[in-house]
C-alpha cells in the first residue's frame, strides 16, 4: 500500500443517538430533543492493524465522548454551529487528519411539514 492510500483508512460511528437543547426557537432551547450524529475519521490504521493494540488506533468511546460532551453542552442556534464545534474538537483532541460531522435533527418542528430530518454534512481537514 503506498503512502496516500492510508488516507483513506477511516473509523466509521453511526447513529449516535444523543439529547441536546439546540435552535433558533427558545422552545427548543427549553425543552431540547434527539440528535443522530454519523461521524467518519479519516487516521492511518496501519499500527492498530499489525499491533492488534487499543493504545494504537483511536479510541471510540473517548470519540463518543467528545462528540457528547458537544451536543449534551453548551446550546447552539444552528445545526451547523454544532456540527462545527463537534469537527473542531475531534480534530484538536484526536490524532486524525480529517472528520466528517453528519449532524441529523429528527422531525424538526417546521410548522405543517412533515419531515423525516433535517440534516447538515460537513467535512474538515486539519489543514482548513
Do not use: W
Not at 449516535?16 to 490504521?45: K, S, T, W
Not at 418542528?109 to 454534512?121: F, H, N, T
Amino acid at each position: 500500500m503506498e503512502q496516500g492510500d492510508r488516507s483513506r483508512d477511516r473509523i466509521i460511528m453511526e447513529g449516535m443517538q444523543l439529547y441536546g437543547f439546540h435552535g433558533a426557537n427558545p422552545e427548543e432551547r427549553a425543552i431540547g430533543q434527539p440528535y443522530v450524529v454519523d461521524l467518519a475519521v479519516d487516521v492511518d490504521l496501519t499500527k492498530p492493524g499489525e499491533s492488534d493494540r487499543l493504545e494504537d488506533t483511536v479510541n471510540y468511546a473517548h470519540m463518543f465522548r467528545a462528540v457528547q460532551s458537544v451536543v449534551e453542552g453548551e446550546s447552539k442556534n444552528l445545526l451547523e454551529a454544532t456540527a462545527q464545534a463537534i469537527a473542531s474538537k475531534i480534530l484538536k483532541e484526536f490524532p486524525v487528519q480529517a472528520v466528517r460531522v453528519c449532524l441529523k435533527k429528527p422531525r424538526p418542528p417546521i410548522r405543517g411539514s412533515v419531515i423525516e430530518y433535517a440534516a447538515v454534512d460537513i467535512y474538515r481537514t486539519r489543514h482548513d
